[in-house]
DNA sequence: AGCACCCTTAGACTTTGTCTAAGGGTGACA
DNA sequence: TGTCACCCTTAGACAAAGTCTAAGGGTGCT
């Protein structure tokens, strides 16, 4: 455990925190000056490795990390702003899919994006 | 209509068709050697506007183009090699989202994405 | 034939992420 | 306390995917 590997910790830290990896480093640097990009990749790689954080790709753009790994959850994104806000469904999606429809696959995860517009960008 | 955009749709024809960007012009220039890449993006792009076809991220890297807009569907895709199946699950997930959780949004969409293994990687 | 329009082209540019070689701090051991 | 090895960090080069721009070329209209 270093400086540099607590400053990303504490960077992803909160609620519906769903940073790319530049918005960790600016935010890192603001703490720690000299922290380098790929000291951020590394540590980023290594916590989504050790299940810590997930990574989140809602859109074709840089990935996201979310530190909310401990509960499982899925996203609600906002189609124009790109907000996003972590929720949970009720039901299992894994449950819908029939045997017919896996195709052989052994199926282990399911990820399910919501997409709309938010209150600010609705109004607007 | 130009020769360029037909050989474009032409190659991204069939069901569980999911080519990137670079597969798209790959196979465009087999059917017509001078297409350029940019003309493969604007037809691409076009395309998505149109709503003939559907962009898929389901991984970081590119983004996919799938010809199977007309039939709302869902994907299944290797964790492994990535290959992916389109999937019909049963069930409404946009009806698994109580109010309390949609944070005010007017949700539209949904996508889910199922992962596992293909037979192929299961069985290696 | 001349012209305007728009599609296409080639390539430069941007963004996101990975890789590599060199530098530096920390603990282990004498 | 001095030396050493180890591994993390750094800076920057590199790679992949996609966007943008300026110039070239076809097509149809007049």
Redesign the interface.
Known sequence: MTAQRRVVAEVLDGEHVHLTADEVHARAVAKLPEISRATVYNTLGELVSLGEVL?V?T??RA?RYDPNAHRPHHH?V??QCGSI?D?????N??A???DT???????????????????NC?SA
């Open positions: 990574e790709t859109d074709k990935k609600l906002c189609a806000r929720v949970h469904p009720t039901g999606p894994l819908d899919l029939p429809e896996r195709f052989g696959f052994t199926v282990s995860d399911v990820e399910v994006t919501y997409r709309g517009l938010c209150p609705a």
